[in-house]
């Protein structure tokens, strides 16, 4: 069983930042990619960015130069730092890890349950 849990969501203003973490538990030796997803009221989840084991990151090109993805391998741990966010960026973000080693299974995918984000004056 793994685990992933969000932090770090919350209320800023438009050209505030926030830095969302996510914390992956449950026996675990290794996770290929962790990543974040968004979705916002009325739209489908969309990938905000991805990184890989070997730090290889991917981000959407509406967050490019804005977030900042980064992760830390031996705690199972994933942060997205946000900077000059805009109304567009509120949404719920989703913590997402994708094949999952741990003692006793091999897990193709795991979801966390979200972090608000609102960016509003």
């Known amino acids: 069983q793994v685990q992933l849990v969000e932090s770090g969501g919350g209320l800023v203003q438009p050209g505030g930042s926030l830095t969302l973490s996510c914390a992956a538990s449950?026996?675990?030796?290794?996770?290929?990619?962790m990543g974040w997803y968004r979705q916002a009221p009325g739209k489908q989840r969309e990938l905000v960015a991805i990184i890989t084991s070997g730090g290889s990151a991917n981000l959407a090109d509406s967050v490019k130069g804005r977030f900042t993805i980064f992760r830390d391998n031996a705690k199972n741990t994933v942060h997205l730092q946000m900077n000059s966010l805009k109304p567009e960026d509120a949404a719920v973000y989703y913590c997402?890890?994708?094949?999952?080693?741990?003692?006793?299974?091999?897990?193709?995918?795991?979801w966390g349950r979200g972090t608000r984000v609102t960016v509003s004056s």
């Open positions: 449950g026996s675990i030796l290794s996770i290929y990619s």
């Open positions: 997402n890890s994708e094949d999952i080693r741990t003692r006793g299974a091999r897990i193709p995918q795991s």
